[in-house]
């Protein structure tokens, strides 16, 4: 399992400390999570402070943009210092066209859903993207409590990649926690995102661990 915490819980006055504690730990990407104020209705950070925390650590920094025109700033999070830029299905008229320009800016590009948006909708663009991230709460807010119809949707996008015989990977996103984590592996999650799980409790890291190895 690969563990991805979202730095929007974390403690902004402390964020070297927070990359610090990231990078003892056993997680395996930083999740990063810009919102515009008009794809979602909240506004979080950008580009400066993910080149900031670009000089902090040498894991993978796995960037999920929640804003309408992402084409505009892809060279901008390339320049940054993003690995993985994921952008939303519901945020892209030509999308794939944008996960082409994500590719050659020599990122790896990601398509996220929204939780109405069916996994049946990504039918075309399997083949050219290296992951799906699944919404498992309305995007814009950590804290908000996982939607269960979740389990369905990986489970239908797992077989559809394996029949395809496609590498690509499902991440989840929103409300993940030890309660569900497991259940998630199980129906075929590749990579779990947790923000308040991981950095409103007392003991982070241990909470990353307990994650990383929900299926051992
Ligand atoms: C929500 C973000 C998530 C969020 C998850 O729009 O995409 O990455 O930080 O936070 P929790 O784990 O608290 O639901
Ligand atoms: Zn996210």
New binding site residues.
């Given amino acids: 399992m690969i563990i991805a915490p979202?730095l929007?819980?974390s403690n902004f006055l402390h964020l070297e400390a927070e990359a610090q504690m990231l990078n003892e730990s056993e997680a395996d990407w930083f999740?990063l999570?810009v919102m515009d104020g008009r794809f979602?209705n909240n506004i979080s950070f950008g580009l400066p402070v993910i080149q900031q925390i670009r000089k902090t650590t040498k894991k993978i920094l796995d960037v999920?943009l929640?804003i309408e025109e992402p084409e505009k700033y892809a060279e901008a999070f390339a320049k940054a210092g993003a690995d993985i830029l994921t952008v939303h299905y519901e945020a892209c008229r030509h999308l794939h066209r944008n996960i082409q320009q994500i590719r050659e800016l020599g990122m790896v590009p990601g398509v996220a859903i929204n939780p109405h948006t069916p996994v049946q909708l990504l039918q075309d663009i399997l083949q050219d993207v290296d992951l799906v991230l699944i919404m498992s709460?309305n995007?814009?807010?950590?804290?908000?409590r996982f939607i269960p119809h979740t389990y369905q949707k990986i489970k239908t996008l797992r077989n559809r990649i394996d029949q395809l015989g496609l590498q690509v990977k499902i991440e989840v996103?929103?409300?993940?926690d030890l309660s569900n984590a497991k259940a998630l592996g199980e129906a075929g999650a590749d990579v779990l995102?947790?923000?308040?799980?991981v950095f409103h409790a007392p003991a982070p890291k241990e909470v990353i661990s307990s994650l990383k190895h929900c299926t051992d």
């Fill in positions: 979202s929007l819980a999740h999570d979602v999920h929640m709460v995007p814009g807010f950590g804290g908000q996103d929103g409300g993940v995102v947790a923000g308040t799980a």
